[in-house]
């Protein structure tokens, strides 16, 4: 109590975290608990990276990029989207896709590279940071074409991560020494970097509307590849990472086909009068 007789600013402040605390729906708070969840096993993939079991922590990252793309979507069925939740997940992703796949791949194979391996570490690091910045300050753009929505500028973190980590979970598949090789997985690292900071649209699958005459077929799918993840996940995930890089080209090529076509249906903008 302040000699005036009113709160003082510390009171006031633990009182208004109270207040805001006490009011808070449990719709916004689950989202943040998915996210925090995802952060602690990519987390703890170091830890197993440190025990050199590869496959434990290549199935821990493996789940940190399942409970990243269910958070948001979370948020968003129950309504329960903040900015504290958008802030805490661009930073959990900083961690989870930068800097654990960098460090867990430096433990693997790119310490007999010396310092040119960690640079590369770094590099695959640095750009996936840059990529959250330039993503958190494109949100709400509005002078994009509605069916720009469906497309990312550049890879997603996570898919980024996923492409660092496949001539790891391509060495846990063949079982051999091919894949480990600092060079190759140097070349994957410097990839997944630079797709993240390009300017080269990517399928974005938030705004992918099923009919429902799919919906049978695509839950079939869903199965199988559950299926297929127990039974062999290495090759799985491998077909997967490699599906994915060949639907880069395929996303490339569908959006300038949509540009060329909205470009054509626009009107003729009249000359300038003398």
């Known amino acids: 109590m302040s000699p005036d007789g009113t709160q003082g600013p510390i009171a006031r402040g633990v009182g208004g975290v109270e207040r805001r605390l006490k009011s808070l729906s449990f719709n916004r708070i689950l989202p943040n608990m998915i996210t925090l969840l995802a ?9 197993y990276g440190l025990g050199q079991q590869w496959d434990k922590a290549v199935l821990a990252l493996v789940l940190a990029i399942i409970l990243d793309g269910v958070d948001g979507r979370v948020a968003r069925m129950l309504r329960g989207t903040t900015k504290f939740g958008a802030e805490l ?3 959990a992703d900083a961690i989870n896709f930068g800097a654990v796949p960098a460090l ?8 007999d590279a010396g310092r040119l391996g960690w640079a590369v ?3 695959h690091t640095v750009c996936c940071v ?15 074409p509605p069916w720009a929505h469906s497309y990312f500028t550049g890879v997603p973190a996570p898919a980024g991560a996923g ?29 997944s970097a630079s797709l993240m900071v390009s300017r080269v649209p990517t399928y974005s699958m938030k705004n992918i509307r099923v009919k429902p005459q799919y919906v049978l077929f695509l839950m079939l799918f869903v199965g199988l590849l559950a299926a297929f993840l127990v039974t062999d996940p290495w090759l799985t995930l491998s077909a997967v990472g490699f599906i994915y890089l060949g639907s880069i080209p395929v996303s490339f090529l569908n959006y300038r086909r949509m540009e060329q076509r909205d470009a054509a249906a626009a009107p003729p903008q009249a000359p300038p009068q003398s």
């Open 130 to 144: 840059l990529r959250l910045a330039r993503f958190n300050t494109m949100l709400g753009q509005p002078d994009l």
């Open 89 to 91: 997940d661009s930073l």
């Open 163 to 191: 492409i660092a980590l496949l001539p790891l979970i391509l060495s846990l598949e063949t079982q051999n020494g091919i894949f480990d090789n600092p060079f190759l997985v140097g070349c994957f690292l410097v990839v």
């Open 104 to 111: 867990l791949i430096y433990l693997w194979a790119m310490q």
């Open 39 to 47: 952060m602690c096993a990519a987390l703890t993939s170091i830890r």
């Open 121 to 123: 570490c770094l590099l």
